[in-house]
T-cell receptor
Framework: AQSVTQPDIHITVSEGASLELRCNYS??????LFWYVQSPGQGLQLLLK??????LVQGIKGFEAEFKRSQSSFNLRKPSVHWSDAAEYFC????????????FGAGTQVVVTP | NAGVTQTPKFQVLKTGQSMTLQCAQD?????MYWYRQDPGMGLRLIYY???????DKGEVPNGYNVSRLNKREFSLRLESAAPSQTSVYFC????????????FGDGTRLSIL
């Protein structure tokens, strides 16, 4: 069965420190991959997406993600975290031939400490 | 700059009551979706509509019905609410291609007592 796994339910990071959120996928072929962020009480906002090509993808708010086919991973990174980055982050995937059925990971809650 | 608008934002129901959640998008997208979000489970697809006039079941459709009223609007109905349907409901829209990102509303927080 296809799945998206975010191994870390909760991460605490100090302001100014680097952040890496893990995402692993299990699909027959490489899916399209997305990272979304959800601030408290808000909907989901797209941070970045990967379809093909360059394995390092740049997104909004200073985030980037690296696709590694050999590890079936699509990890999200930010070099220096700001207090406003405290939110829940979701990795999502969709098969290239499976329109509409976006599959989400369980999410990673990020807490930023002063 | 509305994007995807959901109403209401909050609702409390009693078990057995019915309710319709409304969703409208102004991005001229063909496709619309309803998800529910529960702690530790991410978002799960309830129903989706590829285009006006079509609807299909997602991962967790039981207890729900949908109506694609026109290209802009996609409603979700709970005919007889149950406590297990307490959740945050999100509507989303996108172009009709798998590589197009979905755009989300701010959600409806629904509690069923």
């Amino acid at each position: 069965a296809q799945s998206v796994t975010q191994p870390d339910i909760h991460i605490t990071v100090s302001e100014g420190a680097s952040l890496e959120l893990r995402c692993n996928y299990s699909y027959g072929a490489t899916p399209y991959l997305f990272w979304y962020v959800q601030s408290p009480g808000q909907g989901l906002q797209l941070l970045l997406k990967y379809f093909s090509g360059d394995t390092l993808v740049q997104g909004i708010k200073g985030f980037e993600a690296e696709f590694k086919r050999s590890q079936s991973s699509f990890n999200l990174r930010k070099p220096s975290v700001h207090w406003s980055d405290a939110a829940e982050y979701f990795c999502a995937a969709i098969s290239t031939d499976s329109w509409g059925k976006l599959q989400f990971g369980a999410g990673t809650q990020v807490v930023v400490t002063p | 700059n509305a994007g995807v608008t959901q109403t209401p934002k909050f609702q409390v129901l009693k078990t057995g009551q019915s309710m319709t959640l409304q969703c409208a998008q102004d991005m001229n997208h063909n496709s619309m979706y309803w998800y529910r979000q529960d702690p530790g489970m991410g978002l799960r697809l309830i129903y989706y509509s590829a285009s006006e006039g079509t609807t299909d079941k997602g991962e967790v459709p039981n207890g729900y019905n949908v109506s694609r009223l026109n290209k802009r609007e996609f409603s979700l109905r709970l005919e007889s609410a149950a406590p297990s349907q307490t959740s945050v409901y999100f509507c989303a829209s996108s172009e009709l291609k798998s590589n197009q990102p979905q755009h989300f509303g701010d959600g409806t927080r629904l509690s069923i007592l």
